[in-house]
Structure formats: structure tokens, C-alpha cells
């Protein structure tokens, strides 16, 4: 099977690649770097000629809110229509859990449009919608300190996954039959968010002080202990933080 995967030079994508390689499957790494570009449509056709799925993991080189909108939906208007064009049977897209609830975190907004384009577009798919990574917490971290370095994170619960087994479910519904509906993915403990940045920060030997602020915002959105956490029934990924931060600091 020829599967395309858009954003595959990146940390799900090339993790996603390997996997699908592995299992056989003549897999396109497709990025701006291979010759692959979504926003132009340069190289689009070639890279789908043949290809029965596509994966979509491609981010925004902005996460500014108007231009992370532009990229989304102009990305995903030109990846559709040159799968239509190509006859791929299956549209397989990466999402973010949460993206319908924190409507004032622009990055979420633009993830909705994402997928409304999809489920409008009437081609076979399925989406991933996952919690947030663990490598990503430093990122959070960073992005709620104040001026003294005084990082200030919402306590709400967060349900963290690593990126790897985020690459695991999407290898696997990539070969799958489309689902045409939401697949939700998250790790196996729900934490407060100051709590986790707190934990990965000392691990790292990062002395900066987390307080919990029940108003700190997060990209934008004040958090609830059901903001960023998968529903019930959701699938599971199996590594815990422990694990996660022993495997990161080996490879440190």
C-alpha cells in the first residue's frame, strides 16, 4: 500500500513513516524539504500519484491566530482536492483534543476549521484527536512564565501522552478502514497542570518556581479539569510520566 504522510520529516511524522516502513508499506515522507509543499501545491499530485492514504501531521511555521488559520485551511483545501484528484481512499488527520472547547485559544480555532473542512468534503476519513504531548510541557512552561520567571500554570487536569504512541495509533489507523468520525487518544493519568510542568521541569534541573493560578491562561483559554482531557471510552496510550522522563533524559 502507497501512503503519503504530509509533515513527514517532523517528530509524529518521520516516528509514523518508520513504523509504516517497517510493516512493508511504500511510504512518501512529504514535507517542503522533500519537494512537498501544501500551502503552494508544489509537488502535491506527484507525491499522491498511485497513494491509497494520506496521513496529515503538517503544523503551521506560525502559531500566529490568523496565519495558523490561513495554513490549516489552505493546506487542507489543496491536500483534499489533490486526493480527490489522485483517487486516495482514505484521509487520516492529527487533531487535538479539546480543539471544540477552548474557543479562545486561536491554534484550537484554527484546528476546528481543519476539521470541518474535512467532514465536509465527503472523502473517507478518520481523525486523531489527541491529548498534549509530553514534549511539549516545556513549551507550556515557558509560555506561562512571567517577566521574574515565575512560571504560572492553570491546576486543571491535563491527561499527557507521549509522542510516540500518538505515532503507534496513527500507524495503525492509517492501514485501517476510515472511520469517518473522531478517534480520541490520551495517556494513562490525568494530572494538574502546574503539577506535571513542576515534575518535568525538575527532572531537567529547571529551578524556575510553578505557581498554580486557576486564571493562568493556557494560549489564550482559562482551563476546567475537563478542557484538555480525552472522554470516556477514549483509547489509551501506555506511557506514564515516569517512564516517559526516563526515557528523555536518557536520550538527553
Do not use: C
Not at 501512503?3 to 511524522?13: A, F, H, M, R, Y
Not at 473517507?124 to 484527536?129: G, I
Request: aromatic fraction near 4%.
Amino acid at each position: 500500500m502507497k501512503i503519503v504522510v504530509i509533515g513527514g520529516t517532523g517528530l509524529i511524522g518521520s516516528n509514523i513513516v518508520s513504523r509504516l516502513r517497517q510493516q512493508g508499506h511504500e511510504t512518501v515522507a512529504a514535507s517542503p524539504g522533500t519537494g512537498v509543499n501544501t500551502l503552494t501545491g508544489q509537488g502535491l499530485a506527484e507525491a499522491l500519484t498511485g497513494a491509497q492514504v494520506v496521513v496529515d501531521v503538517s503544523n503551521s511555521p506560525s502559531f500566529e491566530d490568523r496565519a495558523v488559520l490561513s495554513f490549516f485551511e489552505t493546506s487542507t483545501r489543496n491536500l483534499l482536492a489533490a486526493e480527490a484528484a489522485a483517487g486516495v481512499k482514505h484521509h487520516v488527520a492529527l487533531s487535538i483534543v479539546g480543539t471544540d472547547r477552548l474557543p479562545d485559544n486561536g491554534y484550537f480555532r484554527a484546528k476546528v476549521a481543519q476539521e470541518k473542512l474535512i467532514r465536509a468534503s465527503r472523502r473517507p476519513y478518520t481523525l486523531l484527536r489527541a491529548t498534549q504531548f509530553f514534549e511539549f510541557i516545556g513549551g507550556i512552561a515557558d509560555a506561562g512564565a512571567d517577566a521574574d520567571g515565575t512560571i504560572r500554570l492553570s491546576p486543571a487536569l491535563i491527561q499527557p501522552i507521549a509522542a510516540d504512541d500518538v505515532s503507534a495509533v496513527l500507524a495503525e489507523l492509517a492501514v485501517g478502514a476510515p472511520v469517518n468520525g473522531i478517534v480520541e487518544v490520551g495517556g494513562p493519568e490525568r494530572l494538574p497542570l502546574d503539577a506535571l510542568a513542576r515534575e518535568v521541569l525538575a527532572a531537567r534541573g529547571d529551578t524556575r518556581e510553578v505557581v498554580a493560578d486557576v486564571h493562568a491562561r493556557y494560549f489564550g483559554s482559562e482551563l476546567d479539569d475537563r478542557s484538555l482531557v480525552a472522554a470516556p471510552g477514549a483509547r489509551t496510550g501506555p506511557t506514564r510520566l515516569h517512564h516517559w522522563l526516563g526515557r528523555s533524559l536518557a536520550n538527553a
